[in-house]
């Protein structure tokens, strides 16, 4: 599967930004999709994920309640809503997929990668 991501950019604190990752391929459906973030300097790590089958979402507490996973499996897309951003969510954002219904919080879990889209928030 090949992925997509789109929907980064400059916001103010406080503000809200929607990531989309758009996947190719006829099985998405199939795929359990999760987001990560990269901030300078800093080791890759996990934000939210999406199961394959039911939908179940998972979060890491930083973004607990601000942040919303969702997918369309018709479109072929995964969603980040992101509200009350605040500076330290300033990162590259990826997309990645795994193909099963496990929810994994390791990048190793994930053995497809989109390119990366840039959130930057300032004060």
Known sequence: VQLQASGG????????????????????????MG?????????????????SSIGSTYYT???????TISRDNAKNTVY???????????????CAAR?????WSGTSAYPYWGQGT???VSS
């Open 9 to 32: 950019g400059l916001v103010q604190a406080g503000g809200s930004l929607r990531l989309s990752c758009a996947a190719s391929g006829r099985t998405f459906s199939s795929y359990t």
């Open 80 to 94: 980040l809503r992101m509200n009350s951003l605040q500076p330290e969510d300033t990162a590259v954002y990826y």
């Open 118 to 120: 840039q959130v930057t």
């Open 61 to 67: 507490d930083a973004v607990k309640g601000r942040f």
């Open 99 to 103: 193909p099963d219904a496990d929810i």
């Open 35 to 51: 987001w990560f973030r990269q901030a300078p300097g800093k080791e890759r790590e996990f934000v939210a994920a999406i199961s």
